[in-house]
């Protein structure tokens, strides 16, 4: 920004899919477990909040669950490449399937320069290093 390269009023970013040099004849399937990932922990907080604040209030506090909530464990199939493990399975709508990397860069519009690059799996959601 001191040189004027960049503005810093605007981050614009997207992702291009690059296809790797993995083998198609390597390919596993194997089975994966899915976390429910930070969902749960904000709700958790969001529960601790309302105690406190029913506490405050009321001079009561509700006790917490002795019984934990189900959380969401499910299992998928992924598949994996012998020949290049950390390459994703990428299929998604218009797009060829296969192993991919995804390359997310970040731009200043108003001067097209790149300011940032992170490289993920193809399998990886776009909204994933954000």
Not at 21 to 45: F, M, P
Not at 61 to 75: F, L, S
Not at 89 to 99: N, T, V
Request: hydrophobic share 25%; no cysteine.
């Amino acid at each position: 920004m001191e040189k004027g390269l960049v503005s810093g009023r605007l981050a614009v970013t997207d992702s291009t899919h690059v296809k790797t040099n993995a083998s198609r004849a390597s390919e596993q399937a194997i089975e994966v477990l899915e976390e429910a990932g930070n969902y749960w922990k904000l709700l958790d907080t969001y529960e601790e909040e309302g105690l406190e604040e029913l506490k405050r209030q009321t001079g009561k506090r509700r006790a917490k669950r002795t019984k934990q909530v189900k959380k969401d464990k499910r299992r998928s199939r992924k598949k994996v490449s012998g020949t290049d493990p950390e390459a994703g399975y990428m299929k998604r709508p218009g797009k060829p399937s296969g192993f991919y990397y995804l390359s997310h860069q970040t731009t200043d519009p108003d001067h097209g320069i790149i300011t940032a690059v992170t490289v993920t799996p193809g399998d990886v959601h776009d909204s994933r290093p954000y």
